[in-house]
């Protein structure tokens, strides 16, 4: 038996070790920055911020503290990994404008309406999202936006999401924003369009919602 699936493109890095703790102070040109896009200001507190969502979503979602201890290990690279998203995510949005690329709120919940029906509802959808990728709640929406813009730039460019002039594109939309992360966090690679430190993609193609998978 085939089984219906429908690929949501995700943005995220993957989660192994520990992560430093972080701190208020920057780099000498940028005090206070976790990373410069644009000549904008990703600060250190917003970038706390994102991480205690999501720590704090991990928590409200286990029993007690020591699964909630064996989460945190499990996504140890948090702190690095948020920012890289939230780097990608102009950067991206930089491509996507550039191209003319628009995503509208009846999309987004038209997306998010099929993952929920695909994962068995609202709250698996979002228990799925944060397991899996690290993605808050608050947030899911957020993130859809970006699967849909990247969805739709690579239309508009003829191709996918796994080729060249995707790739291409965003790494000029890279090199626009004069990315700069705070040295603690890595350096940020124009041409790979992600952290040169980095070890794994941060695109994963999902077939299916994390909590349908099944063995075959």
Known sequence: MHRRRRTALVLTAAIAAAAPVLTACGNDAHPGAAAVVGGQR?????????VAEVRDAQRAAVADETQYAQVVAKTGTLARDTLHGMVL???LHRAA??????????????????????????EALRTAWLQQYS???????????????????AAKLGTDTSQP???????????KLDVELNPRYGAWDAERVGRADAK?????????????????
Not at 200 to 216: I, L, S
Request: glycine share 4%; net charge negative; no cysteine.
């Open 42 to 50: 990703i600060t250190v507190s917003q970038l706390e911020n994102r």
């Open 89 to 91: 995510d102009q950067v």
């Open 97 to 122: 404008e550039d191209a003319g690329v628009t995503v509208s709120r009846k999309e987004i919940q038209q997306m998010r309406a099929g993952l929920e029906q695909q994962a068995g509802g609202a």
């Open 135 to 153: 993605v808050a709640p608050e947030r899911l929406d957020e993130n859809l936006r970006l699967q849909l813009e990247a969805q739709k730039l």
């Open 165 to 175: 002039a995707f790739w291409k594109t965003l790494s000029d939309a890279s090199r």
């Open 200 to 216: 794994t993609p941060w695109v994963r193609d999902v077939t299916t919602p994390p909590a349908q998978e099944q063995p075959a």
